[in-house]
């Protein structure tokens, strides 16, 4: 048999396949409201070459299978929705598989929410996006982005700045198996000048589709993808990857009602690679270590490391000491291990009453650091001699490295663990009043057990580690205790209960939605925190030497911390708010004028909250969520053959919080801007003028004012006031076009990232280089040959991709600082990378 999701014949016969209403929300509740009310609006046109924006007041675009599967198999979809008007991604690599930033409107990936089939894939704890955990891309139905508003019941306590909703395939009706086969490599100038080390990307996928195995509805599929290559810049990293995706499907009648179970597991072991400081000094070599710079050629991208090497032995009597084998960040490692099982469900109740009920559960463990130096020896605190994580350091009291004594300095490792339970429920129950006015309430539920701690392992003879999860056998000290860098587990809980109304007057359609959202975090901190940056001191839970040495000392008054630790403790944080979310739609032929109101609420992350431990439990020290107003209004034109959106966009935000990631001291700096105004324009049209071409274009213009200088101490600022925000591009514009030579398809995008400032200041930084990073553009190619049906029906493809044609040098992602003496690290951008792919089907 033919499949569609990997074999389409072309751009028209795949939009005239799709003339249903896509699903175009997170939920199945939402997904059904949403379907029904645009089918009360009348008939509409399909997507166009996989392009869609669906009849709704919000601004939203929704990529389908036509352009996922022309992208290089195995991607990550936050590349794909690069294609997008409003996002503006940074891949770390050309594959996928090594992470990467982003943006929709500003907003950076903490305050967007991605959901798969609802389930929450955002961090628990910081809200941080993982982008090379996310799917397989060959099971995916459909990629939906909704540029600024989330739906009313949202499982996110952070997304205030859109969310990009990934669905499922539904299993197919009839047996089939399905195969990828994809080899690649980078060819971009100064590859393998310097050494001789291949680059070869490689990936196997396997999809195999049950068909209805009952005959009463019942149908299922499996798929297994592996992937291995080397890093794509130094001489030492590896990435490989394994995952496995499965869904059943259960019709319960022929109304539409069905059960669906889902199950993902996803494992990634792969190293930190090309983050390098933002400096102009050209004495300084670049590449990995803790003194460099940008590359100023193509050739300087790629670099060695010290690799390999040879840790000190331990030498009986003699103070031995960490010489650095494997102290570079290139050689830290990043490891993940996660997995969900996701239900779905519509039920028909009566006439008109539809439940939908959507389950989930989610397992994540893992870390990311590396090299770090091991005491053996104890620390004399107030005159008694401890071991434990004292003053940024180790101290085991014990021999580590079998020599016999205790007077060695032992190379080990020491990365940020993390492990998260993760429950979640979207319950929805519609009511259709009349053809023209339906109503729905949902509950939310959303439950995380998120548990952080910082366990050690003494490294290998070769720098290397024996396992990537020290957790999994970390050492102990002297006193029989874990010694851990942090040692702390949170919970946190959401209910969100919301009601929503839409109803059709003539070609006017009116929503009227109210979301109460109600989030509880406990925090439970195992040690003792010595500053209000969150620094620690882990000395073996609760221990009177270590008190008595440090006596934490409050004014009675102000309730400012005079001096010392503040001692292990939990405390409990809650925040609830209500959240209108209202708009419209006005039809006119194929054109329509649309708008939508919405507030949003983002609860800060635990870093913040664990930080504000350091201070007394008074309602001052508490850390205060981020608001914002968000206003879409546009205008979108449908017909056969074009899909159109204009929208107009303003928020206004409130305890505006933003990050950066420093990779060297292994931590997040958190900055209040305060009040910030964000607005712009994101536009799109894709049109099909015959039926083998298609021609789409899209971008946008995105602006932002900070209002008030920072305070950085007593009586001093930084100059943010009416400046803009930083890591953010100030406009991008992009297209694609394809065409079908009867067995051939062939397309090229592009897409422009413009300037984007390097710190809020808009200032130079200090280290010489420019306010701004230069703007780029990438250039992508495909070419999709069908072979046909080679024998016994079977059906061949051979895809060509080729990323970053012109080789462009150019600064990838990072977060941006709050002043010209910040000193941020970037990523460099992946260097032009080529892949061919064979797709079978039967």
């Known amino acids: 048999m033919k499949f569609k999701y990997l074999l389409a014949a072309s751009v028209v016969s795949t939009a005239s396949a799709m003339v249903a209403a896509p699903a175009a929300a997170q939920s199945t509740g939402s997904v059904d409201f949403e379907d029904s009310v645009i089918i009360v609006s009348g008939a509409r046109a399909g997507d166009v070459g996989g392009v869609d924006v669906p009849e709704t007041p919000k601004a939203k675009q929704v990529l389908g299978e036509e352009i996922i599967r022309r992208q290089r198999p195995g991607q990550t979809v936050n590349d794909i929705v690069n294609l997008v008007p409003g996002v503006s991604f940074q891949n770390n690599d050309p594959w996928g598989s090594s992470g990467g930033s982003f943006t929709i409107r500003g907003f950076d990936d903490s305050r967007i929410s991605q959901t798969l089939d609802g389930l929450p894939l955002n961090d628990s704890g910081n809200y941080a996006l993982y982008t090379n955990q996310q799917v397989d891309p060959e099971v995916l139905e459909e990629i939906n982005v909704n540029l600024g508003i989330t739906d009313v019941d949202s499982p996110t306590a952070s997304a205030v700045g859109g969310t990009i909703n990934i669905r499922t395939r539904e299993p197919a009706d009839d047996f089939g198996v399905t195969m990828t086969l994809t080899a690649g490599d980078i060819f971009a100038e100064g590859n393998n000048e310097n050494y001789d080390r291949s680059r070869l990307y490689g990936r196997g996928f396997v999809m195999i589709d049950t068909g209805d195995i009952t005959g009463m509805g019942t149908k299922a599929f499996v798929s297994a993808s592996y992937t291995r290559y080397n890093n794509p810049f130094n001489n030492y990293g590896v990435v490989e990857k394994q995952q496995y995706n499965g869904r059943i499907w259960q019709d319960l009648g022929d109304n539409g009602d069905f059960v669906a179970v889902a199950g993902h597991y996803n494992q990634n072991r792969n190293n930190f690679f090309g983050s390098v400081p933002l400096r102009n000094d050209p004495t300084l070599s670049p590449g990995s270590g803790f003194f460099n710079r940008f590359p100023f050629t193509k050739e300087e991208r790629f670099y060695e490391i010290n690799y390999p090497c040879t840790v000190q032995g331990p030498t009986p009597g003699t103070a031995g000491s960490d010489n650095n084998c494997g102290a570079e960040f290139d050689r830290r490692f990043n490891p993940s291990n996660t997995g969900n099982i996701r239900g779905s469900s519509r039920f028909t109740l009566a006439d008109g009453l539809i439940l939908t009920v959507d389950p989930s559960y989610q397992y994540v463990k893992a870390n990311g650091g590396g090299d770090e130096e091991l005491l053996e020896g104890t620390r004399n605190v107030g005159g008694v001699d401890m071991t434990g994580f004292i003053a940024g350091r180790y101290y085991f009291g014990r021999d580590l490295n079998g020599d016999g004594d205790m007077l060695d300095e032992v190379t080990g490792h020491d990365p940020s663990q993390t492990r998260t339970h993760r429950y979640g429920v979207i319950a929805n129950l519609a009511y259709e009043i009349t053809p023209d006015h339906r109503v729905r309430l949902s509950y939310t539920y959303d439950d995380a057990n998120h548990r952080q701690t910082g366990q050690t392992s003494v490294a290998l003879f070769n720098g290397e580690i024996a396992d990537v999860f020290p957790i999994n056998n970390p050492l102990v000290t002297a006193d029989g205790f874990v010694l851990n860098k942090r040692d702390r587990q949170s919970f946190a809980t959401l209910h969100r209960v919301a009601g929503e109304y839409r109803g059709r007057f003539g070609d006017f359609t009116a929503v009227l939605g109210l979301s109460a959202p109600f989030f509880r975090r406990e925090l439970n901190q195992f040690c003792y925190t010595t500053s209000a940056s969150g620094f620690l001191d882990c000395v073996g839970g609760v221990n009177a030497a270590y008190e008595a040495a440090n006596p934490y000392v409050t004014d009675p008054t102000t309730g400012e911390v005079i001096s010392g630790s503040a001692p292990p403790q939990s405390r409990t944080y809650n925040y609830d708010k209500l959240l209108p979310n209202v708009g419209f739609i006005y039809e006119f032929g194929d054109a329509s004028i ?223 600082g709050l002043t010209a003496g910040d000193l941020p690290f970037v990523q460099i951008g992946p260097p032009r990378a080529a892949s061919v792919s064979l797709i079978l089907g039967y």
């Open 594 to 816: 649309f708008g939508n109101y919405g507030k949003g609420l983002s609860v800060p992350g635990t870093d913040e909250l664990y930080d504000s431990i350091y201070f007394p439990d008074v309602e001052s020290a508490r850390p205060v969520p981020e608001t914002t107003d968000s206003f879409d209004l546009g205008l979108r034109y449908q017909n056969g053959n074009i899909q159109a959106q204009l929208v107009g966009w303003y928020t206004k935000y409130n305890n505006r919080r933003a990050t950066a990631y420093d990779p060297i001291l292994d931590e997040t700096i958190t900055r209040n801007l305060g009040v910030v105004d964000k607005y712009g324009i994101d536009a799109s049209i894709a049109y099909s003028p015959t039926n083998d071409t298609l021609l789409y274009v899209f971008g946008s213009l995105n602006e932002s004012e900070i209002k008030d200088d920072v305070q950085l101490g007593a009586g001093s600022f930084a100059q943010t006031a009416g400046k803009r925000e930083s890591g953010a591009p100030t406009f991008t514009v992009g297209a694609r076009g394809q065409y079908n030579f009867g067995p051939a398809e062939f397309g090229v995008q592009v897409k422009h990232t413009g300037k984007r400032y390097v710190n809020d200041e808009n200032l130079p930084l200090t280290t010489g280089f420019p306010a701004t990073v230069d703007s780029y553009t990438l250039v992508d190619l495909d070419l999709r040959i069908r072979l046909g049906e080679y024998f016994n029906g079977r059906d061949a493809a051979v895809q060509f991709n080729i990323t970053n044609l012109f080789d462009e040098l150019y600064v990838g992602g990072f977060g941006g």
